[in-house]
Nanobody, 121 residues
Framework: QVQLEESGGGLVQAGGSLRLSCAVS????????MGWFRQAPGKEREYVAG????????NYAESLRGRFTISRDNAKNTLFLQMNTLEPEDTAVYYC??????????????WGQGTQVTVSS
């Protein structure tokens, strides 16, 4: 069974940066398409970014305006999300998950515990 462990969240001022990590165990990470999602208080979970197995194809939610970068290290079974120019609206719990081959915005499998990102104004 695949296990997901997100980390790297924290409290940051608006305009700052954070780098999130997602350690994947219990499966063959290099064969999974992966994505990041987030859930703000009182809102539904939403798609943030997706990446294919070798990192050559990425996709982002249009609302991010190029501020985030998804990447992966298959040798370390780890997914990353570099977040720059953070805004208070980015405050949310961030989750990683496997995603569908035909639609990177479709999550597959169980969720991890997530990592909290709080951006102060």
């Amino acid at each position: 069974q695949v296990q997901l462990e997100e980390s790297g969240g924290g409290l940051v001022q608006a305009g700052g940066s954070l780098r999130l990590s997602c350690a994947v165990s219990g499966g063959t990470f290099s064969s999974y398409l992966m994505g990041w999602f987030r859930q703000a208080p009182g809102k539904e979970r939403e798609y943030v970014a997706g990446i294919n197995t070798n990192g050559g194809r990425t996709n982002y939610a249009e609302s991010l305006r190029g501020r985030f970068t998804i990447s992966r290290d298959n040798a370390k079974n780890t997914l990353f999300l570099q977040m720059n120019t953070l805004e208070p609206e980015d405050t949310a719990v961030y989750y990683c998950n496997k995603v569908d081959y035909y639609n990177l915005r479709t999550p597959l499998g169980a969720w991890g515990q997530g990592t909290q990102v709080t951006v102060s104004s």
